[in-house]
């Protein structure tokens, strides 16, 4: 089976990271010799496809696992990049709002409020590889900063 | 009606807080008139109390608005004392098992992890002030300690 993509974007830390987050829930190996952009294709909303989600009463565990391993992977990689523990921890109050933390030592490196889990989701796949990037260095460079903190 | 007690720990800045967040979720006014010892009763468990909970499932929203309630005077007692917003965050993942945060700026000033939330209380009125007293003491001092980062 061809578990392999050619889009060199599946090549990135990252985007294995994903991968390896999106594999570990399967647990029954239903999506087992699938590839990595059928894997993650869920993560992949356009407007269209976001504006179809109706954001009434919670989120479904699914759509969550997503949230989570989206965080999680970047959670790896700054704990990668960094050598110290990322612990990342998606918050969901209600009705898909919530707060996502990703602490290193005492310090939070990432603090973003979540609002319509519902529709958790990127425009394309360079579009999520490009947000990742984008909070990983400003997590790096605060832990560089402020790294007696975040080696408590 | 007696809304007054004798004991002076209830004229304390923490018990006062406490009994704030207590009458906040009485929304209906069920409890008014009732005195701060009655509304506090819940948060007093001995062992036979505690050891009587069973701690299967996840614990009632009753009880986690009680763990709620402690962590949110401590914030707003963290936040009187230097003067900059504490944000708590109780994060009950499952069966009781959890952790809480308190943020100041990126700074983590409190960090515990929860086991059998079901079973959240104290010994007595003055063992639930002094456990407060002491997380109190350690947050203010690391805030103390790294100002720069709780100024972020």
New interface residues.
Partial sequence: MNTTTADPLFDTDFMKEMLRQVRALDSYGIHDGKNAETLLAPFILNKEARAAIPIIGDPDPVTLSRVRAFYNALAVLIEKECGQMAVP?V?LSNEGFG?V?I?V?????L?RPLRDAHRFGFESFSKMKTEADKQLGVAIE?VGR?A??AGL
């Fill in positions: 921890l918050h707060r933390l602490t030592g005492k310090l939070v490196v603090d605060i402020y007696e903190v």
